[in-house]
């Protein structure tokens, strides 16, 4: 069973940064994607960033020159470093893996916790 566990989430002040991390419990060396995405109370879950296998990105309009996602493929990690941070940025975080190959499992992370507040 592939887990993935996220940390560093927590309270920010705006204009603060966080870095969120991202540990998979299984090899991320091969065909794959991995993403974060966030909730808000009452709204839907969200894409936030990408990355491929060989480090291609896609950021959401809203946090694009704000965040940057990155990963480490020898540690299984992938992590999304966060600034300028805005009220309109809390929400649970939740990290994400799509396998490229066959049969194209996908995982989710348990969410972290983000607050943008003063």
């Known amino acids: 069973q592939v887990q993935l566990v996220e940390s560093g989430g927590g309270l920010v002040q705006p204009g603060g940064s966080l870095r969120l991390s991202c540990a998979a419990s299984v090899s991320i060396f091969g065909l794959n994607v991995m993403a974060w995405y966030r909730q808000a109370p009452g709204k839907q879950r969200d894409l936030v960033a990408t990355?491929?296998?060989?480090?291609?990105?896609n950021y959401a309009d809203s946090v694009k020159g704000r965040f940057t996602i990155s990963r480490d493929n020898a540690k299984s990690t992938v992590f999304l470093q966060m600034n300028s941070l805005k009220p309109e940025d809390t929400a649970v975080y939740y990290c994400?893996?799509?396998?490229?190959?066959?049969?194209?499992?996908?995982?989710w992370g348990q969410g972290t916790q983000v607050t943008v507040s003063s």
């Open positions: 990355i491929t296998r060989g480090g291609s990105t």
């Open positions: 994400y893996l799509k396998f490229d190959l066959p049969p194209y499992n996908t995982y």
